[in-house]
């Protein structure tokens, strides 16, 4: 038995990576409709573009608030899955309530509590995945991109439905999927003790933690330079669908582009996590800002369909390198008592803060600039790629 962990109610006695793999999942169905398909849903709801933005960035932009305060609140529990269990049901209401009412802030209200509630538990159960890896032995990147593997079959599978059934049914998904997450935590989720020695900090010395971890000079460069690398997919994530129809690429090969960028990312989990290893996570959150100042300034100057296909191989690098370089060096910045507020701080950044105010921008640059905007995106990846750089020479003689 390792520290902090409690072997009852195992998950039926699966090995510890295959219950992993399957909540990750349960995770990312959900994500798998919600990401690409709530603009749909909330245009059938009557929705404008400049609404559908507002409704979608509120929650990202409040996530610096909303992520930590969740985390330290999750920590106050016996064991890592309580607080999943009860964020993945409250996610599950709060998204029932895109279906009660088509106003615009009744719309804002229900995304906020569901999407703030449903983020909320990746970053605790990458603190979970990546200590389990790191004692068990096995690849953090195999539990996550069967993640992705659930995402894709979910983008898929919607696609499919809306053929046939009205946008309601990307509501109704999602709130299922809430539900079925829920009970995957509770079922497949270790019980690892969030503090191994059995005792609970007071509140009043959690958000001391959190405050520790702020001040720490090398964690803050860390979140930041992630958050920009991230937070450059904006205009990428909101946009490229449309300028790939203007420039007559038909909609069939427009999902197959976007299906390239997610099967690259799942390969690269799977397959390179020896890599990471032996490089270090400070050379990999450098490549993956370098791939990412290339791919967006490519896009900009609208490459032909042949050359889109390497460009998105790029996404293998742009997001999944990043990611996971930045998960381990949070990691090993914070200490163990805080690892559950430093990876929501990394992700309020990485996938909330920063990621909500490029798409805030990415609008207007879209209106003024068309497909140039992309060299916006550029620069702010250029910026991270500066403080990749200057992480790696802080951390040098701190993180192998």
Not at 60 to 70: D, E, R, S, V
Not at 290 to 302: D, G, K, N, P
Request: aromatic share 10%; hydrophobic share 55%; glycine share 12%.
């Amino acid at each position: 038995m390792t520290a902090g962990a409690d072997k009852r109610g195992d998950g039926k006695g699966l090995p510890t990576l295959v219950r992993l793999c399957l909540f990750y999942a349960s995770l990312f169905l959900v994500s798998g409709v919600s990401l690409p398909y709530a603009g749909t849903f909330l245009r059938d709801r009557g929705m404008s573009g400049g609404a559908i933005g507002l409704i979608l960035a509120v929650p990202l932009l409040l996530k610096p608030f909303t992520g930590p305060a969740l985390a330290v609140w999750a920590d106050g529990f016996k064991l890592r899955r309580t607080p999943m269990v009860l964020l993945l049901v409250g996610a599950g209401l709060g998204y029932a309530g895109l279906l009660a009412g088509a106003n615009l802030f009744w719309l804002i209200l229900a995304w906020f509590v569901g999407q703030t509630l449903m983020s909320t538990v990746s970053p605790l159960i990458d603190v979970i995945t990546l200590r389990r890896a790191r004692i068990e032995g096995f690849n953090y990147g195999l539990a996550r991109g069967t993640g992705s593997s659930a995402f894709i079959a979910a983008n898929l599978a919607m696609g499919a439905i809306l053929t046939f059934a009205a946008p309601t049914i990307i509501a109704s998904w999602i709130v299922a999927t809430c539900f079925v997450g829920a009970l995957a935590a509770a079922w497949l989720v270790p019980p690892e003790r969030v503090h191994a020695d059995g005792v609970k900090p007071g509140r009043a010395e959690r958000w001391r933690g959190l405050g520790d971890l702020m001040r720490n000079r090398t964690f803050v460069l860390a979140v930041v330079t992630a958050g920009l690398i991230q937070g450059a997919h904006a205009f990428y994530y909101g946009f490229s669908a449309i300028l790939w129809r203007k420039q007559g690429i038909p909609e069939p090969m427009i999902g197959v582009l976007w299906g390239v960028g997610v099967a690259v990312e799942v390969g690269f989990m799977f397959f390179l996590e020896p890599l990471r290893r032996r490089w270090g996570p400070e050379r990999f959150l450098i490549l993956g800002a370098l791939a990412a100042v290339i791919r967006w300034t490519a896009y900009a100057f609208e490459p032909p369909l042949w050359a889109l296909f390497p460009l998105q191989g790029l996404h293998a690098l742009t997001f999944a390198a990043s990611f996971l370089a930045s998960l381990r060096l949070i990691e090993k910045l914070a200490p163990p008592s805080a690892a559950s507020p430093a990876q929501a701080i990394n992700s309020a950044l990485s996938s909330g803060f920063t990621l909500g105010i490029a798409t805030l921008a990415a609008g207007p640059l879209f209106d003024a600039l068309g497909p140039l905007g992309y060299l916006a995106t550029a620069g702010m990846a250029g910026l991270g790629l500066i403080g990749a750089i200057v992480l790696a020479r802080q951390s040098r003689h701190q993180i192998v």
